[in-house]
Nanobody
Framework: QVQLAESGGGLVQDGGSLRLSCAASSGTIGSLVMGWFRQAPGKNREFVAGISASGGSLKYLDSVRGRFTISRDNAKNTLHLQMDSLKPEDTGVYYC????????WGQGTQVTVSS
């Protein structure tokens, strides 16, 4: 079964940028609708951004639209999330997964935005 590994998180100041990556192994994600999700402390995991298999259709949580950009490289079996103009409320653990019918969750990558 496909395994997912997120990376690229870190500590940044308000207004900073980060680029998250998701590497898939033991299978390919090229035919899957994929997404990024996040979980803030004490809150449920929420959808952040989604991308169709071809990359031609994108969807974003309203609060990140215009600041975050999701992309994929099917040849490299990877998914990315470029996050600009970060805000403290973006703090959380970020995960990648299939958008419909979840695969086993990876460890996630911590994003902390300081004010």
């Amino acid at each position: 079964q496909v395994q997912l590994a997120e990376s690229g998180g870190g500590l940044v100041q308000d207004g900073g940028s980060l680029r998250l990556s998701c590497a898939a192994s033991s299978g390919t994600i090229g035919s899957l609708v994929m997404g990024w999700f996040r979980q803030a402390p004490g809150k449920n995991r929420e959808f952040v951004a989604g991308i169709s298999a071809s990359g031609g259709s994108l969807k974003y949580l309203d609060s990140v639209r215009g600041r975050f950009t999701i992309s994929r490289d099917n040849a490299k079996n990877t998914l990315h999330l470029q996050m600009d103009s970060l805000k403290p409320e973006d703090t959380g653990v970020y995960y990648c997964n299939r958008a419909l019918g979840f695969l086993p969750w990876g460890q996630g990558t911590q994003v902390t935005v300081s004010s």
